[in-house]
């Protein structure tokens, strides 16, 4: 008989209680890791009885053909797990309660998986903490990160009498989302949204009063309007869409908030996620490459199990990473694909695969310092993360500080504060996020004047902003608008046809941009002004500096010496400048001490001191110097050339 038509008692993911020893136990998991290559035991067995005396044989003085079956019902299949196949004749005999003589022959395997398996992300898509114990599926094949409904039961095991359970049927289900139904009662209470302004600046103004809602009643961070829009729009971005004929198929939104401690980066997402009840939030010893992506594990000395960290887990949904300044730098490159791909990999005796396609809130201090020692806080964020590829890839970036808010006036309202009920109850707030993720491909679609508008401005917010920090980029500037516009318009629960289209329109691409205005333009942030001082630099050096470096170069005899040392070296220090040019010490400090002073070179990020890198102006100064010395020319010539064309440089 089938397990899963015998009743069993509901199951709460308890499953080691003593009371459910081999009790039938049914339930609703995710299965995030398992073995290798799965165990092969008798399923069927032939015996043949070699006793003088049959009537004391019970299988002769029960059936003629002496065809036995192995049925898990109890911890007897796990007899038959690693143990050497010359043990089975006395397994066999000891589980059928066979006499001494008799020959088998197998006529049949059965599979059995080893798993891992944890409770689903949805119905409400927010993990909790429950089973740890090993499992087993009698079974051929598991999809790995995939719901299933499992039917089994509860044993020990018999070699550490340990709690086990063995699962004998899984049936695979459709998760929260691939289930969510647009009917029009949904329409109507997800309308409740809907508001009609067409200017930025309201809908700005109408968040901002909702997250001075949920501050006061939630969160119990006050005056951090951008801290909790930065987190909130997270959890309205989709797996992808289309930008007019352009398919993008990364819209899951990557971002990260960098600040001083106890300035609620945590709090606030914590809360948030936990009113919307979706998404993970972890932290510490998950902070590491195999915590975060997956990885192999080896079991008793021989058995190796694949087993995927929280990304992957945590497909489709939303995971809150606390403390990822944690993170070694390598892990940040390590992380790339599933960045970018949505794909997490595996690699080492094989290679393993699932899907991550995983939105990603990055919290994080400053490394051993505060936001107030960079003249510029996002200059904290090469600090944390190193290479320009990987911080391109997040959507944006928050700077949060302590001189952010005035904490006087902070805790006098607090204190003064008439509580209100906030405007949307938790249940709202997660059928509209559903509703947004639920959106296919051909379900998101963005108006005419919209499209326009994030071609038309993304050059031109590009423009404003330095490469020297790549988070706004000529080349994926209008993708990150578009997502952000999205995220806008899902918020608003902007839409057409009763809620099967999420709308995007014009009003929502200018949020877009005045958001990352706001968050840029903060003093405490500084992105847009390093950006125009880069600018300035960048404009006025052709100009007002020739004639510096000029007088700077003249105290070397050969001159192309220096340009090939300021080339070929990222880091520049006056010992090596020293070195390769065969002068003294003095003369280099010389050299580094007035490129310094005229800003074409900058302090390096590494904690060493007197190391330098080179502005990317004097690193094209240097390339276009080099070329006219390859055709003997000099600095007279090159000042003739770049007073008449100046405007090549």
């Known amino acids: 008989m ?11 993911f308890n499953y080691s209680a003593s009371s459910k020893h081999n009790e039938i136990i049914k339930v609703n998991c995710i299965v995030y890791g398992k073995s290798t290559a799965p165990y092969h035991i008798p399923k069927r067995i032939q015996i043949k009885c070699l006793s003088d ?25 796990l007899r038959f797990i690693d143990v050497h196949i010359n043990s089975w004749p006395k397994i066999i005999k000891n589980v059928f309660n066979l006499i001494d003589k008799f020959s088998y022959k197998i006529l049949e395997y059965q599979s059995v998986i080893r798993i891992f398996i944890l409770p689903p992300t949805d119905n409400n898509r927010k ?25 089994g039961y509860t044993t020990t095991h018999p070699k550490d009498q340990t709690v086990t359970h063995i699962f004998t049927e899984a049936h695979k289900e459709r998760t929260d989302i691939e289930s969510f139904q647009m009917t029009d009662n949904m329409h ?14 309201d809908i700005i103004n109408y968040l901002e009063d909702l997250y001075t809602i949920y501050a006061y009643n939630i969160t119990k961070i006050l005056d951090r309007t951008d801290l909790h829009m930065a987190i909130d729009l997270v959890f309205r971005s989709p797996l992808q869409f289309r930008l007019g004929h ?52 080896q079991l008793g000395g021989r058995h190796w199990t694949i087993t995927w960290g929280r990304i992957p887990l945590n497909d489709g949904g939303v995971l809150v990473i606390d403390e990822a300044s944690e993170l070694k730098h390598s892990d940040w490159t390590r992380l790339s694909r599933v960045r970018s791909e949505g794909i997490a990999e595996v690699t080492k005796i094989n290679t393993q695969q699932t899907s991550a396609r995983t939105r990603l809130i990055f919290l994080a201090n400053p490394i051993e310092k505060t936001i107030a020692n960079y003249s510029h ?22 700077i949060v500080a302590h001189n952010d808010v005035d904490m006087d006036k902070v805790h006098k309202k607090l204190k003064n504060v008439e509580k209100k009920e906030p405007i949307y109850t938790p249940l709202m707030e997660q059928s509209l996020i559903q509703w947004t993720w639920s959106r296919k491909l051909d379900e998101i679609v963005f108006s005419e004047k919209a499209i326009d ?18 988070l706004i980029q000529k080349e994926n500037i209008r993708l990150k608008m578009a997502k952000l516009a999205i995220c806008f318009a899902a918020r608003m629960y902007s839409n057409k046809r009763n809620g099967k289209i999420l709308y995007v329109e014009k009003v929502h691409v200018d949020c877009a941009i005045v958001f990352l205005k706001m968050i840029y333009g903060k003093s405490s942030c500084g992105y847009e002004s390093l950006s125009k001082l880069n600018a300035k630099t960048e404009a006025d050096f052709n100009k007002d500096h020739f004639n510096v470096i000029a007088s700077i170069l003249d105290s070397y005899m050969d001159k192309r010496i220096i340009l090939e040392y300021l080339l070929k070296y990222d880091i520049i220090t006056s010992k090596g400048l020293a070195e390769y040019t065969g002068r003294d010490i003095t003369t280099a400090q010389e050299v580094i001490s007035k490129l310094l002073q005229y800003d074409h070179i900058i302090p390096a990020t590494e904690k060493s001191a007197q190391r330098y890198m080179k502005v990317s102006a004097f690193v094209i100064f240097i390339k276009i110097m080099l070329k006219f010395y390859e055709r003997h020319k000099g ?3 090159y000042q003739n050339y770049q007073e008449g064309q100046e405007e090549n440089l």
Request: hydrophobic share 35%; net charge positive; with cysteine.
């Open 2 to 12: 089938s397990l899963s038509k015998i009743k069993s008692k509901k199951n709460k």
């Open 53 to 77: 005396d049959k009537f004391t044989c019970p299988l002769c003085s029960k059936k003629k053909d002496h065809i036995i079956e192995l049925i898990p019902k109890n911890q007897d299949v």
């Open 127 to 151: 993990r909790i903490t429950g089973l740890t114990s090993t499992s087993y599926y009698i079974g051929d094949q598991l999809d790995m990160n995939a719901k299933y409904h499992m039917i």
């Open 188 to 201: 109507k209470i997800l309308s409740e949204f809907c508001r009609d302004y067409d200017k930025a600046e």
């Open 246 to 297: 352009e398919f993008v198929p990364k819209g899951w939104s990557d971002i990260m908030i960098l600040g001083d401690s106890s300035c609620g980066k945590n709090y606030v997402a914590r809360e948030l996620s936990a009113y919307f009840n979706i998404g993970e939030m972890i932290g510490g010893e998950n902070c590491t490459f195999a915590g975060l992506i997956g990885g192999l594990q």
């Open 377 to 398: 806080g996002i200059q904290a964020l090469p600090d944390l993360v190193k290479q320009s590829e990987d911080i391109r890839r997040f959507d944006y970036v928050l």
């Open 453 to 470: 508008s994030i071609y038309t401005r993304a050059s031109l917010l590009a423009k404003n902003y330095s490469f020297s920090i790549p």
């Open 635 to 637: 600095f007279k010539e």
